[in-house]
């Protein structure tokens, strides 16, 4: 875990970035809200909420971030009322919280900007429990909400907006597996299913202790996003009662000593923001143990630390964890089969794309441009890997679908890595017009349409150059060969006989 976490790569530091611009930005709305004369329970909201802002839109674009930035608190403030009016129901707040979990998971449909606004929501409706708000209290945190949203926009759109500087690359957001209508499509499914285990939570929650309850539906939720079949879901559960875990015991070295004293409090809140930020993309495990911290130190600093309510915070995650295990194997269950198998072929797809774009720039085209295809592919393999990842956890007891699962991931490794080479090679001028670098990227096309059932069909309308008309180019002809190899070699794990194939159904 911490090779996966300190030797991770990190392309052009982009997760360097986006950690120090969500402490910028965080650390901005808090300033904000004091100079706005908001109590340390307005101050927290706001800079959750401005986390929330930071963290949870991923548009593809710079204009849709700005967009989904702008709806949040079209999404947040209602929640936030209903919340809080609902603070002297608990029957009628607990059917809310729960009508809120559903929305949020099935408003994934609608791609990266359903998935931020859906978690916005539930995490106001979380945070109106964790600063128990009344509504006495809405006019502050309303406005607290407001211009965190508005300072976190003023940094990440104003102060500091790199991805200006970057080709847009469109996230596989939506998950993979059962399509079609109803219960047919994957985010109803997860809905209901996210449902269920959050009502179980919110029951064994409320048994477990009165006060602190939401804790068991919060762990639920968050076992539940970016994850798409019972095995993510499962590894995801067990990720996230480790990282708590770890978490707590670092609380009780850092966080209890300093009784929310206000300068070390917020070094640590500074630090845990951070690791949120970093960790997030290369280890859910590591991204838990930050966020248990910063809870930590928030309640410091709202005086109610103490190593009984650590324990309680370990009990109550567990017991969400269980809910969102027991809704995704009883509950509508979506096969890791199902899912992996969908974003491999994506994956397989996206290298004939690449491919043919390659192709075309080899040709001669002007207009072929295989850059953005090879940001796309770098997304999908994340994908995969995140669809995979319960078959290679240590704790699988299947050793044969683990080591074909290894292998189909080494082999897309090999095909990225391939892909990029001849992108960089295809952008010289002097690869263009050869006739052998174009017949193989023909050959790959047709080795990913064998690989993928109902793939696209083969690129129409070209014609290959004579082979006189230039020499071959062995860098290029290097990275196809390559491609082709890790294309040929992945038939064997992806067409294994159904006992012992890559998933299981």
Partial sequence: MLKRMFVAPDPGRARLRFAARAVLGIGLAVVVCFAAGHSLVGAVTGGLAALLALFTVADATVRGQAVTTALLPVVGVPVLAAAAELHAFPVARDGAFLAVVGAGVYARRWGPRGHSLGVFAFMTFFVAQFVHATPE????????????????????????????????????SAPSGPSG???????????????AGAGFALVVGQLVSEQRWYWA??????????TASRGETLVRGFRRVLGTLIG?????????????????????????????FYSAAVSYTWMMLWVTVLAESLYGLL???????LGLRLVETGVG?????????????????????????????CVHACTAEAADRLAGSATADPAPRVAELEQLLGRVRLAVAPLVHPLNPM?????????????LDDCVREVRGLVTVAADPEASHDARLAAACWRV???????????????????APSVESAQAHPPALAHLHGLERALADLAEPLRAPSGSRLVGA
């Fill in 445 to 463: 096309e047709a080795a990913v349409e064998a690989l993928t059932a109902g793939g696209p069909e083969p690129v129409r309308g070209r014609t």
């Fill in 217 to 226: 539906v919060g762990a639920t939720w968050w076992v539940f996003v970016n």
């Fill in 321 to 349: 964890a269980l809910g969102a295990v027991l809704a995704v194997v009883f509950v509508l269950p979506v096969t890791t089969h199902a899912v992996t198998d969908g974003w491999i072929q994506r994956a397989l797809r």
């Fill in 248 to 276: 707590i015991g670092l609380g009780f070295l850092v966080a209890v000593p300093v009784h929310g004293a206000p300068v070390p409090t917020a070094v640590l809140v500074t630090i845990a923001v951070f690791g949120i």
């Fill in 399 to 411: 050793p044969a679908r683990k080591e074909r699962a290894r292998r189909v991931l080494a082999l």
């Fill in 303 to 309: 005086g109610v630390l103490s190593p009984g309510l």
């Fill in 181 to 195: 209508t109803g219960l047919a499509r994957v985010t109803t499914r997860q809905a209901v299913q996210a449902t």
């Fill in 137 to 172: 209290k809405l006019p502050e945190l309303y406005a607290a909400v407001l211009l965190s949203v508005l300072s976190a926009a003023v940094v990440r759109f104003g102060l500091w907006c790199y991805e200006r500087r970057l080709p847009p690359a469109a996230a596989p």
